[in-house]
């Protein structure tokens, strides 16, 4: 569960990001961020997931507060943020380096992820790929982390029209409910049907 209490947020202090802002969200559910670029919906998932302190009021996730960013807590979220980073790694070599800090991450079914996302593991180093490509692979591994929350931020941003189709799919099918999934987008029509 994420609950957020009166926060109060804004890059310049005469312009408020957020005001009195309080929302509480459940396991079980996908819920959608939607708004214009610079509405905010970046800055409010980093909020939520302790990456962003607001200036008054709390965020917490499974009860312990997100600024926190305690380890316990951290292997059961995971965060793909819409400005990628990249290593010169290939396919194999990152899930050999990131998977083990997801204690439920599941080699299986990140393998078919990405069969489902047209890719294939035996691609080559991950920084080569297009754009839309190392999207999919990291779509792909964030899926498959199997964590109890997952943040997106602009996940369709950079996938072709039947790769979105794709997408919205496997969302479908991997949302259960133990999971909360957290989309950010200003595409509507990409994620309305979820």
């Known amino acids: ?59 917490t996730i499974f009860g312990e507060n997100a600024t926190l960013r305690k380890a316990e807590t951290l292997h059961d979220i995971y965060f793909l943020q819409e400005e990628m980073f990249v290593p010169h790694l290939k396919i194999e070599q990152f899930e050999a380096a990131y998977a083990p800090f997801y204690p439920n991450f599941n080699h299986d079914q990140f393998v078919e992820y990405l069969r489902e996302l047209e890719l294939d593991k035996e691609y080559g180093y991950m920084d080569k790929l297009s754009h839309g490509q190392k999207k999919k692979v990291l779509i792909a591994f964030a899926l498959a982390t199997n964590t109890k929350v997952l943040f997106m931020d602009e996940p369709t941003n950079g996938l072709d029209i039947p ?24 595409q509507v029509r990409d994620l309305h049907s979820l």
Do not use: C, W
Not at 163 to 185: G, Q
């Open 1 to 59: 569960m994420i609950q957020l209490e009166n926060i109060q947020f804004g890059y310049v202090k005469s312009r408020p990001l957020f005001k009195d802002l309080n929302l509480t969200m459940e396991p079980g559910h996908i819920y959608g961020l939607l708004g214009k670029n610079g509405a905010g919906k970046t800055t409010l998932l980093k909020i939520m997931s302790g990456l962003r302190f607001p200036d008054s009021g709390t965020a």
């Open 163 to 186: 790769s979105k189709s794709t997408f919205r799919k496997l969302m479908a099918s991997a949302a259960d409910d133990s999971r909360l999934v957290i989309i950010s987008t200003h």
